[in-house]
């Protein structure tokens, strides 16, 4: 599962054995985890699931995803061409 990132605390990572599952990203910071669906097409994210975090936690989160959204679409697409080689 590979790091891509690391802010404030927060590790941002994929899990390279997901299948064929659409672009999404995992969090974790502590006991607290989440994974957002990354909208390609419509520069939006959707939740998938969160543990353990509240308002503030998710909209930071968010913050961060957006920041570096065309770097985790990067990130991914790299990671699912080294996939099916």
Known sequence: ???ILFIIGWRFFFYANEGQEPI???CRKG???CKYWLDRNNFALE???SY???SSDKRNVKKI???YFEFIEKEWDKL???LSQ
């Open 24 to 26: 999404h990203i995992h």
């Open 80 to 82: 699912q061409k080294e």
């Open 31 to 33: 006991d607290m985890e």
């Open 65 to 67: 995803i957006f920041e």
């Open 47 to 49: 939740e998938a699931y």
């Open 52 to 54: 353990n975090m509240n």
């Open 1 to 3: 599962m590979p790091t």
